[in-house]
C-alpha cells in the first residue's frame, strides 16, 4: 500500500462537519446542507459507502448543472387528515421530508397513520435514514423511491424502471429497529459503479448490454445497458408496484420519463417518493414490537442469523469506537471540495 492509500479513521461528527462544508461551498442552504451532511455522513458510518462519500462527485455535479436547487423550500399541503402531499420544488428529497415531519406526527397522533406524496423530488442516497427514525419512535414506515430508468423489466431489452428501491422499519421491543433497505434491481446502482471503479466484473444475471445481451461487465451495464430487476417476473412486478406507488401516485415523474436535459454531467435522478408511517398500536395487537421480537427470535432459531440491519448497525457501532475508516487520499479530496 503506497502512502496515499493508507486507511485513516474520522469521527462521525467531523465528516458530517466537513461534508456540510462543502455543500455550502457548492450552493446548497445551511439547512439543507445539515440534512445531506447528516445523511451521507451516516452512509458512511453505516458501510453503506454506495451512498456516502463516493456520492459527493455526483451531488456536486448535479448542483453545478442546475439540474437540483440546493435551497428549494419544499411546500408540504396536508390534503386530508392523514394525507400529506410534499412538492419538493426541484430540491432533495430528504430536506422535503424534513420539511414535513411536524405534520407527519400530527397524522399519525390524530389517525394513526401517515401517507406522505413527495414529487418534483431528488433522492441520491439509502433509504433507511427515511423509516429508521420512525421506527425509533415505536411506528412502523415503509417508503419507495424511484428513478431514472437503468433496469429491464423481466423478459425485456429495454429500461423502463429505476433500481427502485424499497425500505422497511419497524420497532423490536428490547433491541434495535429491524430495517430492510433493498433495491428492486438485483444490485443497486451504485454498486455496479464501484465494480466499474474496480475492474470487478458482476455476477452473472445482473445486467445486460446495450443490445439488451446478458453482461457481467460494469461499464457495458453502465453505458448503454442496464440492470435486471431481481427475483425473476415477481421481483419485475415489485420493480412495477414501487414505480407507481413513486412515480405516479405522488405526481412525480416515471422512471422512463426522466433525462437530464441540458444538464450534462448531472447524476441525481429527480422522481417521487411515497412514505407511510403506521401507529402499531393502532392494530389491537397486544405488544407489537414484542410480537416482532418473538419473530426475530424464531428466525435466528429457524437458523436465519444475519436479520436485515445487522450489518450496518455492526459498522455503526464500529465506528463509534474507532472512527469511520476512510482513505486518506479521499479525506484530502474532500478538504479541496470544502475548500480548506
Ligand atoms: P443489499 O442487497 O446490500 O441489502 C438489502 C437488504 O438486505 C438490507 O436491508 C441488508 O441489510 C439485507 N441483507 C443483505 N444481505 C443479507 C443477508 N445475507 N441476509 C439477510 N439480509 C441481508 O442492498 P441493495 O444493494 O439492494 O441496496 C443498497 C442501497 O442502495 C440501499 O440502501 C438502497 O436504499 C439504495 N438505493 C437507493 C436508490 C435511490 O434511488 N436513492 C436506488 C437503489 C438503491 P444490511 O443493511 O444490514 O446490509
Not at 90 to 100: D, E, M, P, S, T
Not at 188 to 203: I, K, Q, T
Not at 270 to 276: F, S
Not at 298 to 305: F, H, I, P, Y
Request: net charge negative.
Amino acid at each position: 500500500m503506497t502512502a496515499e492509500r493508507t486507511e485513516i479513521h474520522i469521527a462521525f461528527e467531523a465528516l458530517e462537519l466537513l461534508l456540510k462544508e462543502i455543500f455550502i461551498h457548492n450552493g446548497v442552504s445551511c439547512s439543507t446542507a445539515d440534512i445531506l451532511a447528516a445523511n451521507c455522513a451516516g452512509c458512511e458510518r453505516d458501510g453503506a459507502i454506495s451512498h456516502g462519500i463516493f456520492r459527493i462527485p455526483g451531488y456536486l455535479a448535479s448542483l453545478k448543472t442546475g439540474w437540483v436547487d440546493g435551497h428549494a423550500v419544499a411546500e408540504v399541503s396536508s390534503v386530508s387528515p392523514s394525507f400529506i402531499r410534499i412538492d419538493a420544488r426541484n430540491g432533495f428529497a430528504q430536506a422535503a421530508l424534513a420539511a414535513a415531519a411536524k405534520d407527519i406526527d400530527t397524522a399519525v397522533a390524530r389517525t394513526g397513520i401517515a401517507v406522505v406524496a413527495t414529487r418534483n423530488s431528488h433522492h441520491f442516497s439509502a433509504l433507511w435514514p427515511d423509516v429508521e427514525p420512525f421506527a425509533r419512535r415505536g411506528l412502523l414506515a415503509i417508503t419507495f423511491v424511484n428513478g431514472l430508468a437503468n433496469v429491464v423489466p423481466h423478459g425485456g431489452h429495454t429500461p423502463v424502471y429505476g433500481t427502485n428501491p424499497v425500505a422497511f422499519a419497524t420497532p423490536i421491543a428490547g433491541a434495535d429497529p429491524l430495517v430492510v433497505d433493498q433495491a428492486t434491481s438485483v444490485m443497486a446502482n451504485g454498486e455496479v459503479r464501484l465494480h466499474a471503479l474496480a475492474n470487478r466484473p458482476l455476477p452473472p444475471g445482473t445486467g445486460v448490454d446495450r443490445a439488451g445481451n446478458p453482461s457481467t461487465d460494469p461499464h457495458q451495464v453502465l453505458e448503454g445497458g442496464a440492470l435486471n430487476t431481481f427475483g425473476g417476473y415477481k421481483g419485475s412486478s415489485i420493480a412495477l408496484m414501487v414505480e407507481l406507488m413513486a412515480g405516479a401516485l405522488t405526481g412525480g415523474q416515471l422512471s422512463f420519463e426522466n433525462d437530464f436535459g441540458d444538464c450534462i454531467g448531472a447524476q441525481t435522478p429527480k422522481a417521487g417518493q411515497l412514505l407511510i408511517v403506521i401507529d402499531p398500536d393502532r392494530g389491537g395487537n397486544f405488544g407489537f414490537s414484542r410480537r416482532v421480537a418473538l419473530l426475530c427470535d424464531r428466525l435466528r432459531e429457524a437458523g436465519q442469523e444475519r436479520l436485515p440491519g445487522k450489518r450496518r448497525y455492526e459498522s455503526r457501532l464500529n465506528a463509534s469506537q474507532l472512527g469511520i475508516p476512510i482513505l486518506e487520499e479521499d479525506l484530502r479530496y474532500l478538504e479541496t471540495l470544502a475548500d480548506h
